[in-house]
C-alpha cells in the first residue's frame, strides 16, 4: 500500500523450516519496519534500519534475522529458532511526516 | 520504559452513536501520539496524529487531544458509521530509539 509492497500475503511453513517475507518500497525512504501482530497484543517490534546496511534489534528479535542491502528492500528471515512463528507480520516506512509510519498490507504466516 | 494503553475491546455500538476509545500513555519527555486504524486483512493506517501538548489531531470525524496532565489521547467521534469497524491503534513515539510504541489495540463493531 502507498508504494509499499509486501509478498507472500499468505505463507505456509512447516516447523523446522525457515523462511524470508518481502518488503519493497518505493518511496525513497531511509528507515524501515518489522513489525509482528498477535491477537490482543498490539504490534511489536522485530527489527528497524535507519539506513542502509545498518539495522537494529527490538523487542522480539529472537529467532528473528534481516539484512539491508539496499535502500528498497528490507526481507525478514523467520528461522525455525522462532518457537511460536504464526503470525501477522507487517513492514512500515517512516517518511510521510515526522514519526510517522506507512505501512504494508502484511504477511500472514502459519506453521503447520 | 515508554508504554501506551488502550481500553480494551471489543466495542460493539449502533450506527450514530458517539464513540470514545481510552488512550493513556507513559513517557519521558514529551512524544508524539498517534492514532492508527486496521480495518479487516489490512495493514494499518494513519488516523490523526498530535505532537505536543493541548494539540487536537481530527481526520474523518475523528479526533483526539493531546492531554499532558492526564497523559490522555482518548479517541472520539460524534457519529460512527458501519464503515467505521476496524480495529484502532493508539501509538507514542519513542525519542529514544525512533520507533513507535503500540497499544494493544481496541476492536470496534459499528452495527447498523
Known amino acids: 500500500d502507498g508504494g509499499i509492497t509486501q509478498s507472500p500475503k499468505y505463507l505456509f511453513r512447516k516447523e523446522g523450516q525457515n523462511v524470508t517475507l518481502s518488503c519493497e518500497q518505493n518511496l525513497n525512504h531511509d528507515a524501515m519496519y518489522w513489525y509482528r501482530q498477535d491477537p490482543g497484543q498490539g504490534l511489536r517490534l522485530i527489527y528497524y534500519s535507519q539506513i542502509v546496511n545498518d539495522f537494529q534489534k527490538g523487542d522480539i528479535a529472537e529467532g528473528y534475522s534481516v539484512s539491508r542491502e539496499k535502500k528498497e528492500s528490507f526481507p525478514l528471515t523467520v528461522t525455525s529458532a522462532q518457537k511460536n512463528p504464526t503470525a501477522f507480520y507487517l513492514c512500515a516506512v517512516e517518511g510521510s511526516g515526522a514519526n510517522v509510519l506507512t505501512f504494508g498490507a502484511g504477511s500472514r504466516l502459519t506453521v503447520l | 520504559g515508554d508504554s501506551v494503553t488502550q481500553m480494551e475491546g471489543p466495542v460493539t455500538l449502533s450506527e450514530e452513536a458517539f464513540l470514545t476509545i481510552n488512550c493513556t500513555y507513559t513517557?519521558?519527555?514529551?512524544?508524539?501520539l498517534f492514532w492508527y486504524v486496521q480495518y479487516p486483512g489490512e495493514g494499518l493506517q494513519l488516523l490523526l496524529k498530535?505532537?505536543?501538548?493541548?494539540d487536537k489531531g481530527s481526520n474523518k470525524g475523528f479526533e483526539a487531544t493531546y492531554r499532558k496532565e492526564t497523559t490522555s489521547f482518548h479517541l472520539e467521534k460524534g457519529s460512527v458509521q458501519v464503515s467505521d469497524s476496524a480495529v484502532y491503534f493508539c501509538?507514542?513515539?519513542?525519542?529514544?530509539?525512533?520507533?513507535?510504541?503500540f497499544g494493544q489495540g481496541t476492536e470496534l463493531s459499528v452495527k447498523p
Open positions: 513517557a519521558t519527555g514529551y512524544p508524539s
Open positions: 498530535a505532537t505536543k501538548a493541548d
Open positions: 501509538a507514542l513515539f519513542y525519542n529514544q530509539g525512533g520507533k513507535l510504541i
